[in-house]
């Protein structure tokens, strides 16, 4: 029915639009007389109907062939929230140049017992490395039989912390290894998340200077074994910062979103159903945590091995500069001190309720005194 309605309508155009055009070409003159009528087609109201025709077809097919309900209801994903420096998501893939090796840092425990590590790892075949200088304390440095490349030995580093860094180490003998860690270590963290918040950095051996350049390591290859370690060293000092950074700063998103109600009931006039003990607690987390980032680890300051190294000192810098180590440090402690002004305000709140609940309570026996005064005295 609607399709023979519009075809009317057109219909009824083409004959407006002829009777128009029959009009513009009859002129008269001034005296009555009519002069000689020339007919020529007009080109341009011609063009015009042919693209109202093509415009009310060609939509007249869509709408009959494709509804809107046709469609399918495309839900997106939602994005998983990640620590990453988006600067980190095109670095070189391995398949461009078959000299790049890796070099993956993973934090899995508050921290190792490097001591019954070290032997335990030995039993397994693996070589420890001594050559480290004594003020570097804290450190394990164990070395491969068999590398994943044969451009650089298969290095291992363990701080006490709770992180392990690999250079050129094949994923079988990484995954053995992170199974033999978890026979020493304290205070483990989740699987998934240790392996979600690990960081990878692909490395070169060149000649000149060391360095990191555009997110690749570029290891010197005229040196020695020991100062290779020790380079090495500094870059693996700042991956275990940055990965240990991503496990607190995941333990931080987990604790916003178990009060993320708060401030929504409190707007809403609602009752925060929260015990004084539980919002002690949280304020106990918090403290922790607070603790960990700025006072038991080297997030704020560089550490004193450095000070006579000045080499090693660049690369350490360089380094956090890229993975973005300060401002990370900053934006946590900002989220740190907001967590801390609600959990005040909701303890400040309990507080203030437990007081008006004891004025209560002393106002009512107050008042059965008095009673019982009076009932004495009358009777």
């Known amino acids: 029915m609607s399709q ?17 055009d029959e009009r513009a070409r009859l002129p008269t003159g001034k005296s009555g007389t009519h002069w000689k009528v020339i007919h020529k087609p007009n080109l341009l109201g011609l063009k015009w109907f042919i693209k109202v025709l093509e415009r009310h077809y060609s939509s007249t097919a869509t709408e009959t ?117 978890e026979k020493h270590e304290n205070q483990p963290y989740e699987i998934a998340l240790v392996h979600w918040e690990n960081e ?63 401030p929504e009931a409190l707007k809403a006039g609602r009752k925060v159903k929260l015990s004084h003990e539980e919002v002690m607690q949280k304020m106990g987390e918090l403290f922790a945590l607070r603790h960990r980032i700025n006072l038991s680890s080297d997030f704020l300051i560089t ?20 993975l973005s180590i300060t401002r990370r440090v900053k934006v946590m402690n900002e989220k740190l001190q907001h967590c801390m002004e609600l959990t005040d305000l909701m303890r400040n709140h309990l507080t203030e309720k437990r007081a008006l609940r004891l004025e209560w309570m002393i106002v009512i026996l107050i008042t059965i005194e008095v009673m019982f005064e009076l009932g004495r005295v009358c009777f």
């Open 200 to 262: 990878e950095l692909n490395y070169i051996k060149t000649e000149g200077q060391s360095k990191l350049h555009h997110g690749e390591i570029r290891l010197n290859s005229e040196l020695d074994l020991d100062d290779a370690i020790l380079e090495k060293f500094a870059f693996s000092n700042a991956l275990c910062l940055s990965v240990k950074l991503a496990i607190w700063e995941a333990s931080l998103d987990k604790f916003v979103e178990s009060i993320q109600s708060i």
């Open 4 to 20: 023979n309605i519009s075809d009317t309508n057109i219909v009824s155009a083409l004959n407006t639009a002829c009777c128009q």
């Open 303 to 322: 550490p004193d091995f450095y000070w006579d190294r000045e080499n090693l000192e660049q690369l350490y810098d360089k380094t956090c500069q890229f």
């Open 65 to 181: 062939l494709v509804s809107k309900q046709d469609f399918p209801q495309i839900k997106r994903p939602l994005k998983a929230s990640r620590t990453r420096q988006p600067s980190r998501t095109h670095l070189p893939v391995l398949s461009v140049n078959e000299d790049l090796m890796h070099c993956t840092a993973f934090a899995t425990a508050d921290e190792y017992h490097l001591g019954t590590l070290s032997q335990d790892l030995t039993s397994h075949g693996y070589v420890e490395v001594t050559s480290l200088p004594r003020d570097a304390a804290n450190i394990l440095v164990m070395g491969v039989e068999n590398s994943a490349k044969d451009g650089d030995p298969g290095t291992m580093f363990f701080f006490r912390e709770g992180a392990a860094v690999f250079w050129n180490v094949k994923d079988k003998t990484m995954k053995h290894v992170l199974q033999i860690l």
